[in-house]
Nanobody, 124 residues
Framework: QVRLMESGGGSVEAGGSLRLSCATT????????MAWFRQAPGKEREWIAR?????YQQYIDSVKGRFTASKARNTLYLQMNNLSPDDTAMYYC????????????????????WGQGTQVAVSS
């Protein structure tokens, strides 16, 4: 059974930094498909970063240049710099199994596996 567990959240002042981690269990795919999402109070959950095999990364505009996703062994990371109060949210990591077309691997863009979340609070 695939398991994801986030850590690293906390309370920081605006302009500060945090590094989130997402430890995975039984998710050992060379062609990995992973992402970070967040959900602020009263708002819908939104994806903020996608990272997959081959070095592909994609970020929502509001975090470009400030957030960086990376993966090392069985852990997904999210380095968050220059945080603002608008970044206050519960942050989740997500993963999906890669799909095989018969000639190549690809990521669906949907995620079947989720962590329980880690809270980030940024004060002004």
């Amino acid at each position: 059974q695939v398991r994801l567990m986030e850590s690293g959240g906390g309370s920081v002042e605006a302009g500060g930094s945090l590094r989130l981690s997402c430890a995975t269990t039984n998710y050992d795919y060379e062609h990995f498909c992973m992402a970070w999402f967040r959900q602020a109070p009263g708002k819908e959950r939104e994806w903020i970063a996608r990272i997959r095999f081959g070095g592909y990364q994609q970020y929502i505009d509001s975090v470009k240049g400030r957030f960086t996703a990376s993966k090392a062994r069985n852990t997904l990371y999210l380095q968050m710099n220059n945080l603002s109060p608008d970044d206050t949210a519960m942050y989740y990591c997500a993963a999906d199994r890669p799909q095989w077309t018969g000639s190549r691997w690809f990521c669906r863009g949907n995620y079947d596996y989720w962590g329980q979340g880690t809270q980030v609070a940024v004060s002004s």
